[in-house]
């Protein structure tokens, strides 16, 4: 079985990721790193930062993600957007990104397009993914591509998917609970960043109630 299930960190690994060869992250020009599905812009939300802040980890959120020169801060989560090679910005892939953009049944092509000019900005050359493991989000520990999924075998497949409810499970929940109460405090991210992480530095192991 080419997966495996890291449960210190609740994420899913595959040794094929290492030499990833599926077609949807295959880098437009040669001279550009195979970074597979690392081409996307994490998004860290309550669930994330209150681990940070559980591990007394407050110096590294403040340092590498909300304070991070490419993020955007939302009242609920900060995403870090990716790099972005200059040729992505040339007259004739802007036309098509913009077009396919304005429609909405074919935005999920011009997000798709822009994907495969970006790398992750925690992304190590040679090395994988920068982040410590048990602060990666939710969508980096449970994605599984489409090359992994068919080589599967039905079992295998079934817990895959095992494993993706319990991760995505896991954060929407914390998510839900936790963004309530700061809403009824009248607390965000982009104007109260200290009162959110004390909120969530005082919940108890687990993160059950506020
Ligand atoms: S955060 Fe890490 S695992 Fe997620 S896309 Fe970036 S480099 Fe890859």
Known sequence: MSCRWDGDNKQILSSLCMHCGDPDFTPVFDDMENV????????????????????????????????HPKRRIFPYEILVEAQVDDRFYRSEEQEKYRKWLANASTRYRAVDFKMTYSICSFFVSGKGCGLPPRYKT?????????????????????????????????????????????QARGWNLIDHPDQVLTYLKMLPSGGRQA
Not at 36 to 56: A, N, S
Request: with cysteine.
């Open 36 to 67: 597979g599905c690392c081409r996307y812009e994490p998004v860290f939300t309550l669930f994330e930062i209150y681990k940070m802040v559980r591990d007394g980890d407050d110096d590294f959120f403040m340092n590498h993600i909300y304070h």
């Open 138 to 182: 939710s969508i980096c520990r449970s994605f599984v591509c489409h090359t992994i999924e068919d080589q599967a075998a039905e079992e295998t497949r079934q817990q895959l998917k095992t494993w993706q409810r319990s991760i995505i499970e896991e954060a929407e929940s914390f998510n839900r609970v936790h963004q309530e109460q700061l």
